[in-house]
């Protein structure tokens, strides 16, 4: 486990910065790092350290939704109250609408394959979009007309809303009913998710009162979040609860009482090596073999399906102040996936389900297009696209 600990460390440093140095996201470098050293092409890696893939995934992102709440700003979040909450489901639905219109047709699949297959590509991929996200905030571009705060909270609840899908898709698929209340869980799990988020954090900002070591805060607010993440899994037969929404609510709260600053700086020093985990380890989830075997229908699909997402985010961002560039840059900013499709890009076809491969092809090849498309047009545009606030003071 420590050589293949050493070797995502340092290769992924390794490949981040060729591709830094040519101007390219570091992403990039990390996740071809993943797929070459991963299982399906070398397989470098210690098959313990991928037996925990999924914890160390769920780990880092834990790192950068903490982060995340740490930089936002409520106040500038309300200037866009409609947009955010649209964008947490419109472009989804739209993108799912998408598969179920055209997969039929290009790649074979039953409308309710189609749907199945539309759930697992249409979650925006939080990995990508919120570092870059509490970048800019932390750089105050974008943040006068609340641009990256839209799409930090957008991102986080289009995942939510998504898997709730996904499982309501996957059950008609294998011949289950759907009850309305399945769907119900979206919002519950979304309020319940903010009200332990706000409870955790009223409780951490007592403590902090107490403990005024910045290190010993920080543990105690990891170990708390991970007791949210985990709430998920252990309450889910009762109510529905977004963890990933109860990381952000926890750490806003605690912004709000005045804990930021410390623990932003010490939490943005952690995502350092998180981030090399993270995006090795999704490259090391993507099976070659299956992205060979997709095909040009698949690149189609994969194509068309974004221009309806597209729409959603056009359609999101009507009657606000943004200009066409700036709603250009949330169309860039919504395209990526990887960490949504590599957690359950593999679930059709662990079930049995006929078109489990076809997904999982994909699912592979729109993390190996979105996820660079996203990440180098966020990186390429924010400077063009953008106002910065600093720049007229």
Request: charged content about 15%.
């Amino acid at each position: 486990m420590l050589i293949s600990l050493a070797l995502i460390f340092l290769v992924g440093l390794f490949t981040a910065d060729i591709f830094n140095t040519i101007k390219l996201p570091k992403i990039i470098g990390m996740l071809l790092t993943g797929i070459v050293t991963g299982p399906f092409v070398l397989d470098l890696l210690d098959k313990s350290v991928l037996g925990i893939s999924s914890e160390l995934r769920q780990i880092a992102l834990i790192i950068i939704l903490i982060k995340a709440g740490l930089s936002l700003n409520l106040s500038d979040l309300k200037k866009v109250g409609r947009p955010a909450v649209m964008m947490s489901f419109v472009p989804a639905c739209l993108e799912i609408t998408g598969y179920v219109i055209f997969a039929p047709l290009l790649l074979g699949l039953t409308r309710t394959e189609s749907a199945v297959m539309g759930a697992v590509l249409s979650a925006v991929s939080p990995a990508v979009v919120v570092p870059r996200m509490v970048s800019l905030i932390e750089e105050k571009t974008g943040t006068k007309k609340g641009i990256p705060q839209m799409i930090l909270a957008g991102a986080s609840c289009d995942d939510v809303f998504v898997i709730v899908l996904f499982s309501a898709f996957v059950t008609m698929e294998q011949g289950g009913k759907v009850n309305i209340s399945d769907f119900l869980d979206i919002p519950v799990s979304m309020i319940t998710g903010v009200v332990f988020g706000i409870t955790a954090g009223l409780v951490l900002s007592i403590i902090f009162k107490l403990k005024k070591d910045p290190i010993i805060k920080t543990m105690i607010m990891l170990s708390v979040a991970f007791i949210l993440m985990t709430a998920e899994n252990s309450l889910k037969k009762y109510i529905a609860v977004s963890g990933l929404l109860a990381v952000v609510a926890m750490a806003c709260t605690v912004k709000i009482k005045g804990h930021s600053a410390e623990l932003a700086e010490k939490f943005g020093k952690l995502w350092i090596p998180s981030e090399i985990i993270l995006f090795v380890l999704v490259g090391a989830a993507v099976d070659i073999r299956y992205t060979l075997t997709a095909g040009i229908n698949a690149v189609i699909m994969i194509f068309t399906a974004l221009l309806f997402r597209t729409v959603g985010v056009m359609l999101c961002t009507v009657r606000t102040e943004l200009t066409a560039k700036e709603r250009i840059f949330c169309v860039i900013a919504y395209l990526p996936k990887a960490t949504v499709q590599a957690a359950i890009g593999s679930v059709p076809l662990s079930l049995g389900l006929p078109c489990g491969k076809t997904v999982l092809s994909v699912a592979v090849l729109a993390i190996i297009i979105t996820a660079p498309l996203g990440a180098v047009g966020i990186d390429m545009t924010k400077g063009r696209f953008l106002e910065k606030e600093n720049s007229q003071q």
